[in-house]
């Protein structure tokens, strides 16, 4: 499962829309699975695990986007931590009493059956130092700004300008504010440039330059990708 997949941001986009009462259970899981073929938690397809979780409390889906020595979204214990980290993204489904860790990991079956797995671990509490979605809307600005800065000083062939940017199921549901819509627009095709650096033909140097400044814009667009899964519920728990 490569980190840039969309199940995790698909399912708490969704999800959320969902549970706040923007769209209905068949119509949430329709999306998720167009974006990201077929999926079950254990065994359970999607539709009945999501039912199962409502019963079971389930207020929120929670977006991490965990990077090695980022672990951003997580907060224990290790084993869903580290399935997280290796895969680079989890939802954290929250409970009532307890918290469920889901990471998505490849299930193929017979030669031609391709879906998603999702591996259901215990998670610790919800995270409660990630950004709001203003504070994650500057943090990307800041960030493009000094990256662009840093990289029109690094050298090198030239890049080839996709014709095309994979959305990559980075689209919210029905529900969030304009504002999440903007930045996770803008967040995902980001995430989208940052998959096709390509370090060709530079020296050393020129290398660590540009891997310095990809690696604070790469921290900015999970910042706000996770920022604006959350958003959907962020006027709820203003003051």
Known sequence: ???ESPVCP?????????????VGLDEAADHV??????????????????ANLRS?????????LPAPGDPLGL?????????AVDVGQAAIAVLGERNLGLVPASDLRGSSYVGVR????????????LPSLAEAERELSDAMRSATEGLASVEGPGQARPERLERQGGELAPGYPARAHRVSSLATRLLAVLRLADERGLTSGQ???RQAALRELDRAV????VAAHHAIFEPLKSP
């Open 56 to 64: 079971d409390g389930l207020r929120e889906l929670r977006l991490a």
């Open 207 to 209: 290398i660590s330059a």
């Open 33 to 50: 699975e167009a974006a990201c073929g077929p999926i079950v938690a254990g065994d359970v397809p999607l539709r009945k695990y999501l």
């Open 75 to 83: 907060s224990g214990p290790a084993p869903f931590n580290s399935a």
């Open 1 to 3: 499962m490569r980190p």
């Open 222 to 225: 999970r910042r706000a990708l």
């Open 118 to 129: 999702l591996e259901v671990h215990d998670a610790g509490p919800v995270r409660q130092d």
């Open 10 to 22: 698909s399912l708490v986009a969704w999800g959320n829309a969902w549970l706040a009462g923007h």
